[in-house]
């Protein structure tokens, strides 16, 4: 039974930091690839950051050199490390396996406020 439970969302002020985990089961982590996304308030859910299982990372303009995604082979887990947050980063943040089918996590609220 595959599985994605993320955590590590909360509140945060502008310039904060934050890192968001995704906890992975029941298929092999290594195969697939995995993804951030997230869902603004009356906002369609966009794709935020990917890793590839080779090591290979995609990132939204928006989010680039500010985000960090990685993964973490031994503990099927994967990371996305968020710094210098803005307001316009406050969303639900997904977890996604791609693959033939994809899964979705439950989500983790991020807020970024003053």
């Known amino acids: 039974q595959v599985q994605l439970v993320e955590s590590g969302g909360g509140f945060v002020q502008p310039g904060g930091s934050l890192r968001l985990s995704c906890a992975a089961s029941?298929?092999?982590?290594?195969?697939?690839?995995m993804s951030w996304y997230r869902q603004a308030p009356g906002k369609e859910r966009e794709l935020v950051a990917l890793a590839t299982p080779g090591g290979g990372t995609n990132y939204a303009g928006s989010v680039k050199g500010r985000f960090i995604i990685s993964r973490d082979r031994a503990k099927n887990t994967v990371y996305l490390q968020m710094n210098s947050l803005k307001p316009e980063d406050t969303a639900v943040y997904y977890c996604?396996?791609?693959?033939?089918?994809?899964?979705w996590g439950q989500g983790t609220q991020v807020t970024v406020s003053s």
């Open positions: 029941g298929f092999p982590f290594s195969d697939y690839i």
């Open positions: 996604k396996r791609h693959g033939p089918r994809d899964f």
